[in-house]
């Protein structure tokens, strides 16, 4: 009897997955093979040319194509976005929304180059941005433009430092240079240029002409990203001084309190000399905004902006948030899993799970004739006022393992609708109108439109 108890024992015991040491010293062994190519690659010196690209609509600010983020761990390698394909057309907003888990975040940071190596890294993929950069000359020097007089005429004046100290030569008199334009913050003007980015292929040097300054990100959590020994104003005047050539410190301070007033700050000069504990929450997260707005950016990534903010500071920074966009005819990126703001803020919606891109369309297809079956069952569990039931509607099973994704539809098992079809290969993204898209057998016939409205 005890000989048979081993036995079961012993059977149990290897039908249990787990993996030995030897297995994990392999799996260390290979991913670091990895991770230090493609750290190698991120340091490298690259000129320009190498990830220059151009955009496939030129309508877009933005172009995510077949976007591969990975983790990689000692259990194995986390696919965490595993081939993302969509735009951002300028001058709109393009909402993510999905359960938590499902790669937006890992996404964001992938476009901002922020991803924690070298665990994290953008295995492969193309993420183009349209940019407005400043056009250099042989030097490598950004072209300032000249202000000149009524006669054409260079107009002169006197050189200060960075503290806005004028400089004075051996004999005590003002150092004089021509006098550059300034924008209506009083900030140096310089010649700019359009050009394609290519981000997932940039060296991270190379990076730092976009991110805070192009591409600005407004975080989840304003708290843990505004540094509490550093006042606003300093960190605030940071943002100009490192974007903006010959910037004084005068310049910046002038910038970032109208940066404040544009967000709604009452009393900036007070708000731009606190810490950040002196703050409220919504406050803290208008800083945030105007720290993003700082630099003239072209596209906002805002991660969960209301999340941690009640009902009524919620709706003051979205109205924000959608009136700055207009003002400075900006794009906007917005990440979250609340669908009321996607419903608000939205032009378009990109609907996300375990890592893919499952449905994607403009904001009243999505939610007005939704088509996959985790897009209808993320809508009934929005809580409504004409509901009947006492209980909130949840997907039944969990998520796959994403160390070991599956080929087939990620969401088979949760599905209520899956068929026969459902046990082949992953599905392929099927158009049912100019605008929507969705991943789903039950639409892959010759008329996916008639297949939705069958289903």
Same mark, same amino acid.
């Given at each position: 009897?005890?000989?048979?108890?081993?036995?079961?024992?012993?059977?149990?015991?290897? !039908?249990?997955?787990?993996?030995?040491?030897?297995?994990?010293?392999?799996?260390?062994?290979?991913?670091?093979?990895?991770?230090?190519r493609l750290e190698k690659y991120k340091r490298?010196?690259?000129?320009?040319?190498?990830?220059?690209?151009?955009?496939?609509?030129?309508?877009?600010?933005?172009?995510?194509?077949?976007?591969?983020?990975?983790?990689?761990?000692?259990?194995?390698?986390?696919?965490?976005?595993?081939?993302?394909?969509?735009?951002?057309?300028?001058?709109?907003?393009?909402?993510?929304?999905?359960?938590?888990?499902?790669?937006?975040?890992?996404?964001?940071?992938?476009?901002?180059?922020?991803?924690?190596?070298?665990?994290?890294?953008?295995?492969?993929?193309?993420?183009?941005?349209?940019?407005?950069?400043?056009?250099?000359?042989?030097?490598?020097?950004?072209?300032?433009?000249?202000?000149?007089?009524?006669?054409?005429?260079?107009?002169? !004046?006197?050189?200060?430092?960075?503290?806005?100290?004028?400089?004075?030569?051996?004999?005590?008199?003002?150092?004089?240079?021509?006098?550059?334009?300034?924008?209506?913050?009083?900030?140096?003007?310089?010649?700019?240029?359009?050009?394609?980015?290519?981000?997932?292929?940039?060296?991270?040097?190379?990076?730092?002409?976009?991110?805070?300054?192009?591409?600005?990100?407004?975080?989840?959590?304003?708290m843990t990203s505004l540094n509490p020994v550093?006042?606003?104003?300093?960190?605030?005047?940071?943002?100009?001084?490192?974007?903006?050539?010959?910037?004084?410190?005068?310049?910046?301070?002038?910038?970032?309190?109208?940066?404040?007033?544009?967000?709604?700050?009452?009393?900036?000069?007070?708000?731009?000399?606190?810490y950040p504990h002196e703050l409220s929450g919504?406050?803290?997260?208008?800083?945030?905004?105007?720290?993003?707005?700082?630099?003239?950016?072209?596209?906002?990534?805002?991660?969960?902006?209301?999340?941690?903010?009640?009902?009524?500071?919620?709706?003051?920074?979205?109205?924000?948030?959608?009136?700055?966009?207009?003002?400075?005819?900006?794009?906007?990126?917005?990440?979250?899993?609340?669908?009321?703001?996607?419903?608000?803020?939205?032009?378009?919606?990109?609907?996300?799970?375990?890592?893919?891109?499952?449905?994607?369309?403009?904001?009243?297809?999505?939610?007005?004739?939704?088509?996959?079956?985790?897009?209808?069952?993320?809508?009934?569990?929005?809580?409504?006022?004409?509901?009947?039931?006492?209980?909130?509607?949840?997907?039944?099973?969990?998520?796959?393992?994403?160390?070991?994704?599956?080929?087939?539809?990620?969401?088979?098992?949760?599905?209520?609708?899956?068929?026969?079809?459902?046990?082949?290969?992953?599905?392929?993204?099927?158009?049912?109108?100019?605008?929507?898209?969705?991943?789903?057998?039950?639409?892959?016939?010759?008329?996916?439109?008639?297949?939705?409205?069958?289903?």
């Open positions: 009897m005890n000989f048979k108890k081993k036995s079961d024992d012993s059977a149990k015991k290897s !039908e249990k997955h787990y993996l030995s040491g030897k297995e994990i010293r392999a799996i260390a062994k290979e991913n670091n093979k990895v991770m230090r490298r010196k690259a000129p320009e040319e190498e990830f220059l690209g151009e955009m496939k609509d030129p309508a877009d600010i933005l172009e995510v194509e077949d976007l591969h983020s990975y983790f990689f761990t000692d259990q194995g390698v986390v696919k965490a976005v595993n081939g993302v394909t969509f735009s951002v057309p300028q001058g709109s907003t393009v909402g993510i929304v999905g359960e938590s888990g499902c790669g937006k975040s890992v996404t964001s940071m992938s476009i901002m180059r922020l991803l924690q190596g070298p665990q994290g890294q953008i295995y492969s993929g193309s993420i183009r941005f349209k940019s407005y950069d400043f056009k250099r000359d042989e030097k490598g020097k950004p072209i300032p433009i000249w202000d000149d007089d009524e006669n054409g005429e260079p107009v002169y !004046e006197e050189i200060k430092d960075r503290h806005g100290k004028v400089k004075l030569d051996k004999n005590g008199k003002p150092l004089t240079e021509r006098r550059q334009k300034r924008d209506r913050y009083g900030t140096k003007l310089y010649e700019m240029e359009e050009k394609v980015f290519d981000i997932a292929k940039m060296p991270t040097k190379e990076m730092y002409r976009l991110r805070g300054r192009q591409i600005a990100m407004i975080f989840q959590e304003p550093f006042t606003i104003g300093n960190q605030l005047d940071e943002v100009t001084l490192l974007h903006v050539p010959g910037a004084t410190k005068e310049e910046a301070k002038r910038r970032s309190i109208e940066m404040l007033n544009l967000v709604g700050i009452a009393m900036p000069e007070r708000v731009y000399n606190s919504g406050m803290r997260q208008r800083v945030m905004i105007a720290m993003a707005l700082e630099g003239n950016p072209r596209l906002i990534i805002a991660d969960e902006p209301t999340t941690a903010l009640d009902v009524t500071i919620q709706a003051q920074i979205l109205d924000l948030l959608r009136g700055l966009k207009d003002s400075i005819n900006g794009s906007i990126l917005l990440i979250t899993h609340d669908l009321g703001v996607i419903a608000e803020m939205a032009d378009y919606v990109v609907v996300m799970y375990a890592g893919r891109i499952i449905e994607q369309g403009t904001a009243s297809e999505i939610f007005h004739h939704p088509m996959h079956p985790y897009t209808i069952g993320l809508q009934k569990s929005k809580p409504t006022m004409d509901s009947e039931s006492d209980s909130l509607f949840n997907i039944p099973g969990n998520v796959p393992n994403p160390i070991d994704m599956p080929d087939y539809c990620y969401f088979r098992e949760r599905c209520s609708g899956c068929k026969e079809m459902c046990y082949g290969e992953y599905p392929k993204m099927v158009q049912v109108s100019p605008t929507h898209w969705v991943a789903c057998h039950l639409y892959g016939g010759e008329n996916p439109k008639e297949n939705a409205d069958e289903n």
